[in-house]
């Protein structure tokens, strides 16, 4: 068993292949192995509740972890209201500790 | 405990897209936590550290120098070199060949020259190693 980080940065709307990575995480998970998905940058557009075409729902019933960039999201202007539950707002710095862990494999998207 | 390390590969050219500033977010935030960091710099990215990058007025906004503070990437670097000198180092190396395409000879202090055996080298003595390729 692997721990999988993937490290989404594209808009779910600009970027279709957003849905590959969503598949594919939820692949993983399915064999077992622990897995995150960072948002980051306009990754964090899918966060929102009215996002309806994004790919969130499905890599949360998963069981796969799903984080966002809290400097992403401030950027953009998105509130913490205005985001799904069951996703949580982390610091970069949280992102940096799943990319220490031993045994794990990092994708940027 | 073994020490930390983090191998970053790096591509894209300065002020082109958001995915520098959150290379360098995760390069200062890793430094932070004490522990070292590997750049690789390949491709447009050698220019991050160019040392002749120069701050701008803003026309437009008719504000001065001064008043714009307009942040060069190679202060970013600079600044992270500097927290990264000892303990935890950040080591950088640009890409010899990718410096000498774009004349990007002139860069700033303890930025070093190198090439990709030099990333397979970081990558191999690293906790992990993150490529952040261009779109």
Known sequence: ?109 | MAEKKLTIALMDAPYEKASTTTALRIVSAALQKGIHVNVFAYEGAVNLAMKDQAPHANPVKGTTVEQEEHPTTKEFVRSLLEIGKSNPQLTWVNCGLCVDERGAINVVDGVKRGSPADFFKMAGESTNTLVIPTK
């Not at chain 1, 399915?30 to 009215?50: E, S, T």
């Open chain 1, 1 to 109: 068993m692997s721990n999988y980080v993937f490290i989404e940065s594209r808009d779910p709307f600009d970027s279709p292949d957003t849905s590959f990575l969503a598949e594919t995480a939820a692949s993983l998970k399915k064999r077992g192995n622990d897995v995150v998905v960072f948002l980051v940058q306009n990754g964090v557009l899918a966060m929102r509740k009215q996002a309806r075409k994004a790919h969130l729902p499905q890599l949360l019933e998963s069981g796969v972890t799903v984080m966002a960039d809290d400097f992403s999201l401030r950027e953009r202007g998105i509130q913490f209201d205005e985001c799904r539950a069951n996703v949580r707002i982390a610091p970069i710095e949280q992102l940096v500790d799943f990319l220490v862990q031993e045994n794990t494999k990092a994708i940027w998207h």
